[in-house]
């Protein structure tokens, strides 16, 4: 096993564990990743090899990059020691490389000169090969950390790494400014921002040439982002609204066309998730969806919130033809309680998805309220994550699940959620605690 070191994002770091380990999953990476400290954006790790460092980082978001790690220490002299006696058999390998030198530091600037003075005290590596800022053979990193409180920065770093960059992230390469909201053609008031989408199929395990399913489509935002790894996305929605887009320029489609992924798009269409019209041996690799909570306008579903008066409505006819027939036919809708639909997803989840498939969903919490018995359970799905993302006065996290074999008996439950998500919409309009709140809920805040 060999040391590296992982530079993190300054961004949720209460997702980076879930994200890593599930990428090492999918590549069959062995790494511990217990010693995993939030405040601290680096951590050391060890791994079989450069392959296995390359595969872990490679489609990460909440890392930026990972490097083979030759020294470390409280300041310079330290590094420069730790450098030579643990590295020293290194640098004959790489000595007519050509090369550059990074500096990835946390709230840490320095100008040129200051740059050159330092690459300048490694001289005794006795590198030959040339500089070049674009494209060299191998990058050195100076990783640097600082004791920072509030938002003052000390003045010099207290404690410092050297190593060989093996592989940088896709969020390195640009995946969370592409996919950025504010660059999206069709978007609407329920897309969802880029750099969470591409972390939960991240976390939901989505591969290249598997499908992705998004139940409740809306704007797509999860299907985009599984198409950048490389999956073949299906979306539906019960919303006609949604799936036609705004124009022929203005769709789902379109949105692909922009992204390059139009090749991977297999198709989107309206239809009521409880009312399942996907054919039954059809294999679904990872589902990821924000379902709709119901928050704004309470939740439908189709069908007659009085059957037996419908009934009485399907002889209708319409210019010859039966009325709920015709190209035209708007289907009714009834009420429906969250909790149902959390079961018909996790139900729909355990006979769709294959044996290690993920069902990666996102739901509300409030904040003071986050007890571990709300989450709703299915005795096929092993429960992996409940990844917390607060606001100011409400909450939201990300569930994620397993499909386990046939041998496979976990607990089922969902009593709970019934009240949760019902105090959730109360609480929300409440604005949870009456005596801090100074303002009315923006609508374009609500969840869905
Ligand atoms: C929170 S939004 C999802 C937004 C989506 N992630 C996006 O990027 O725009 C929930 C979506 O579920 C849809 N929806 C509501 N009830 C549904 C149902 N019974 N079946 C399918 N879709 C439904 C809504 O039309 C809405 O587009």
Redesign the pocket.
């Known amino acids: 096993m060999k040391q590296y070191i992982i530079s993190f994002a300054h961004s949720f770091p209460n997702f980076r564990v879930a994200e890593l380990e599930s990428l090492a999953d999918l590549h069959g990476v062995s790494v511990d990743l217990s010693h995993h400290d939030e405040k601290s954006p680096f951590l050391v790790v060890e791994l079989e090899s450069d392959e296995d460092a390359a595969n872990l980082i490679r489609r990460s978001i909440l890392a930026k990059g990972i490097y083979e790690l030759w020294g470390e220490g409280a300041d310079f002299d330290a590094l420069h020691e730790s450098v030579k006696s643990r590295s020293s058999d290194k640098f004959e390998t790489y000595k007519q490389s050509t090369f550059k030198f990074d500096f990835v530091s946390f709230m840490g600037t320095k100008t040129t000169e200051e740059k050159i003075a330092i690459i300048e005290t490694f001289k005794y590596t006795g590198f030959e090969g040339k500089i070049r800022l674009k494209n060299p053979e191998v990058t050195y990193a100076v990783l640097e950390k600082y004791q920072v409180s509030g938002m003052e920065k000390a003045d010099t770093p207290d404690y410092l790494w050297f190593g060989r960059q093996v592989q940088l992230s896709a969020r390195s390469e640009g995946a969370v400014e592409k996919y950025d909201l504010k660059k999206r053609k069709y978007?609407?008031t329920?897309?969802?921002e880029a750099e969470l989408?591409l972390i939960s199929c991240n976390i939901g395990q989505v591969m290249p040439g598997k499908f992705i399913y998004?139940?409740?489509?809306?704007?797509?935002?999860?299907l985009v982002a599984g198409a950048y790894f490389g999956a073949y996305p299906i979306g539906?929605?019960?919303?006609p609204r949604?799936i036609r887009g705004k124009g022929v320029n203005c769709n789902l489609k379109t949105n692909f066309k922009q992204y390059g992924t139009s090749s991977q798009f297999i198709d989107s269409f309206v239809?009521?998730?409880?009312n399942n019209a996907l054919r039954n041996n059809l294999t679904i690799d990872s589902i990821v969806?924000?379902?709709?909570?119901g928050v704004r306008e309470g939740?439908?579903?189709?069908g007659a919130k009085n059957p037996e008066k419908a009934a009485g409505r399907e002889t209708n006819v319409v210019e010859g033809e039966l009325g709920h027939l015709r190209r035209d036919f708007i289907a009714p809708k009834k009420p429906?309680e969250l909790a149902n639909?959390l079961e018909d997803l996790l139900n729909f989840a355990a006979e769709k998805l294959p044996t290690g498939g993920r069902l990666a969903f996102w739901m509300p919490t409030a904040n003071d309220e986050f007890v571990e018995h709300h989450i709703p359970q299915h005795e096929r799905l092993q429960h992996l994550y409940a990844l917390e993302q607060e606001f100011n006065k409400w909450s939201r996290r990300l569930l994620v699940y397993v499909k386990r074999d046939e041998g496979y008996r976990g607990c089922t439950t969902n009593g709970m959620i019934e009240n949760n998500v019902t105090s959730f919409r109360v609480r929300y309009f409440k604005s949870f605690n009456e005596k801090s709140r100074t303002t009315e809920p923006k609508m374009e805040n609500l969840?869905?």
């Open positions: 978007i609407g329920t897309s969802f989408s998004d139940p409740f489509t809306g704007t797509g935002s999860f539906t929605d019960i919303d949604s239809m009521d998730f409880t969806c924000d379902p709709p909570y939740l439908k579903v189709c429906y639909l969840p869905q």
